[in-house]
């Protein structure tokens, strides 16, 4: 099975339509993606990620869903 890049899924028509379902901007999940990505590039046991660097437009409960 294909692993979609972060670009694939900003592209793909069926995200693009559960997000606007969401009420979520492409930007917002743009940020998302890169924010996991930086994440997942750190050590296990660098914990200086805070959940206070994701945009404002993020709430925990939203993005939890995605």
Do not use: G
């Amino acid at each position: 099975m294909h692993e979609m890049t972060p670009s694939e899924m900003l592209r793909d028509p069926l995200i693009r339509q559960m997000l606007r379902a969401d009420k979520i901007s492409l930007a917002s999940f743009a940020a998302l993606l890169d924010a996991a990505a930086r994440q997942h590039a750190r050590p296990a046991n660098d914990s200086s990620f805070a959940t206070s660097k994701m945009p404002d437009s993020w709430s925990v409960d939203a993005a939890a869903y995605i």
